[in-house]
């Protein structure tokens, strides 16, 4: 995008640009500044204290730069404002625990390889009616697929996919989930860094459309017990020359198969990163769709990864665990570094089936070679600390990252013991809901 052109084109609606980045926890942070600094914005940056957003700099070394990227700015269409996305620098140069400098840097690498990533996500989400307390009113009683009375949401579903082309998403698939008032919607894929801003604005789309019809959306892992879990499934491919370098002559291709094998080898260390909340380990239980299995196959969506059915150049695969409450920067990097290490190594993908693994007794899991991912967030810290590959595509953000997420655990634990509540209780607790409810 021009600047300067873009500076012309303002009309008098247009009086402030918000400039967005993410925390550690990929909640939207930001400032907002008048319309005509968006050049000096793009050019110089705009400095700000990072010493209170979660992940960044201590007290004692916190001063800042958001640099503005020209090609992801749009205009709000319900409101007087722009919004525009960005890198952070520290001392003129990129800032390490930057989440959207840390992804860009691990693209490049894999563009020194001579690929390119595209990403497309399948977002969850409940709406729920305000009532000013924790007992979560369900405003609709629809289930997967509904579209006639059952289905009271969706004029809002609709509404949203009418927003999502101001901010560059195109909305493909709209749909009421399993769980009463759950529901998806789905947008082109893209490349990885542009679906991960994607996510980011989606988010906020869907928030601030809940909030004009007194609802409140949440991408809470798992905000009801007993109920299906909200999860965002990732279909992954990569591409070299204008080609798509998974499709093989029957099947997937050498590369997207070793591809595989890499996330397969780094799954119980990635599910920190994917997975990164104690209420995910909520939703990654057997019996409600999320995978907690380490395997893989063609079709099987009770593996951790699925090969889809796919015609002409659409070869992918679909990694199940992820669920919304991932910062998508430092999840795609993870995800594409642990592929790429599959790719170098050449690892075969290990712990194929097209059973049914949750209806498998252990004996039979124990023989195909099928491990667990980590049943709990102190777990998957535990393995996230045991893995190189994963620490590495954190960056300068794994230190901040790991000391943040372990206070987190111990935090919970210890509510659990004043409220002389087992270790291992699959209840959604109101510290979840206090700490997770607006991610």
Known sequence: MNIS?????????????????????GMPKGMEIPASRLEEAVTDGISFDGS????????????????????????????NVARVYGFIYKDNKPYGADPRGILKRALEELEKEGYKAYIGPEPEFYLFKKNGTWELEIPDVGGYFDILTLDKARDIRREIAEYMPSFGLIPEVLHHEVGKAQHEIDFRY????????NIVSFKY???????????????????????????????????????????????LSEIALHFIGGILKHAKA?????NPTVNSYKRLVPGYEAPVYISWGYRNRSALIRVPAFWGKG???????????????????AVLKAGLDGIKHKIDPFAYVEENVY????????????ETLPGSLGEALEELEKDKVVKEALGDAYKNFINYKWKEWESYLEYLEEKHMPKDTKKVTEWELERYFFL
Not at 7 to 22: G, W
Not at 221 to 249: A, T
Not at 359 to 370: A, H, Q, T
């Open 5 to 25: 052109v873009s500076m012309n084109k303002f009309d008098s609606k247009i009086k402030f640009v918000q400039l967005v980045f993410v925390d550690i926890n």
């Open 52 to 79: 209170s957003v979660p992940g960044f700099q201590g007290i004692e070394d916190s001063d800042l730069v958001f640099k503005a990227d020209p090609d992801t700015y749009v205009e709000v269409p319900w409101d």
């Open 190 to 197: 893209d490349e990885a860094l542009k679906t991960a801003d």
């Open 205 to 251: 789309i869907t928030k601030a459309v809940a909030e004009m019809h007194g609802l409140y959306a949440t991408f809470m892992p798992k905000p009801l017990f007993g109920f299906p879990g909200n999860g965002m499934h990732l279909h992954i491919s990569l591409w070299k020359d204008g080609e798509n370098v998974f499709m093989g002559e029957e099947g």
């Open 270 to 274: 990635l599910t920190a990163v994917t």
């Open 315 to 333: 070869a992918r695969i679909e990694y199940r665990c992820p669920d919304p409450s991932a910062n998508p920067y430092f999840a795609f990097a």
């Open 359 to 370: 209806e498998m007794s252990e004996e039979k899991r124990k023989e195909l070679g099928i």
